[in-house]
T-cell receptor, first 116, second 113 residues
């Protein structure tokens, strides 16, 4: 029944490691997003994909690489993790954002990443 | 660049008090407006949204918001809060041309029983 799901829910890792977070949506949406929520709860968009094509890429370090194998999945791979990467990462999805209507985004439960 | 301001960072209310959370944005074109709520330890859920039409929109759990275009505002209101409304509230704005949702910094609401 879960509309937008993410795995894992918690991720604790050492600096320098490489890790991936997975996101899946079963809403039939065309557009998926990754957001980062920092320790002060500020939410900022990182990436957006529409039908597997990258459409938004904010000023995110190259260490972050999103991958969309199909329109229902958007994974986030992070290389060489740093302390400052510790945050909650939220995946979201919406209907076709390129239709110009400004569709509602539905969020996943978040992945809490702690880099030690 | 688009920005969203939420003036109240922390609000503490007693149950049954009325709530108004401010939200102002800085874009002059056509926008879609949203309020999301994040309960402790949970993900963001949509409370309400404004796309067009009646500027007074009603959402879930008795919340409503009024879009005042001349003031670039979209304040959230609830006449009588409950303890279960304790959460973080985020205003967000989407410029329909950029398809990007920009969030405010959030307001943490604590409702004491």
């Amino acid at each position: 029944d879960t509309a937008v799901s993410q795995t894992p829910k918690y991720l604790v890792t050492q600096m320098g490691n490489d890790k991936s977070i997975k996101c899946e949506q079963n809403l039939g949406h065309d557009t998926m997003y990754w957001y980062k929520q920092d320790s002060k709860k500020f939410l900022k968009i990182m990436f957006s994909y529409n039908n597997k094509e990258l459409i938004i890429n904010e000023t995110v370090p190259n260490r972050f690489s999103p991958k969309s194998p199909d329109k229902a999945h958007l994974n986030l791979h992070i290389n060489s993790l740093e302390l400052g990467d510790s945050a909650v990462y939220f995946c979201a999805s919406s209907q076709d954002s390129l239709a110009g209507g400004g569709e509602t985004q539905y969020f996943g439960p978040g992945t809490r990443l702690l880099v030690l | 660049a688009q920005s969203v301001s939420q003036h109240n960072h922390h609000v503490i209310l007693s149950e049954a008090a009325s709530l108004e959370l401010g939200c102002n944005y800085s874009y002059g074109g056509t926008v879609n407006l949203f309020w999301y709520v994040q309960y402790p330890g949970q993900h963001l859920q949509l409370l309400l949204k404004y796309f067009s039409g009646d500027p007074l929109v009603k959402g879930i759990k008795g919340f409503e918001a009024e879009f005042i275009k001349s003031k670039f505002s979209f304040n959230l209101r609830k006449p009588s809060v409950q303890w279960s409304d304790t959460a973080e509230y985020f205003c967000a704005v989407m410029n329909t041309g950029f398809q990007k949702l920009v969030f405010g910094t959030g307001t943490r609401l604590l409702v004491s029983p």
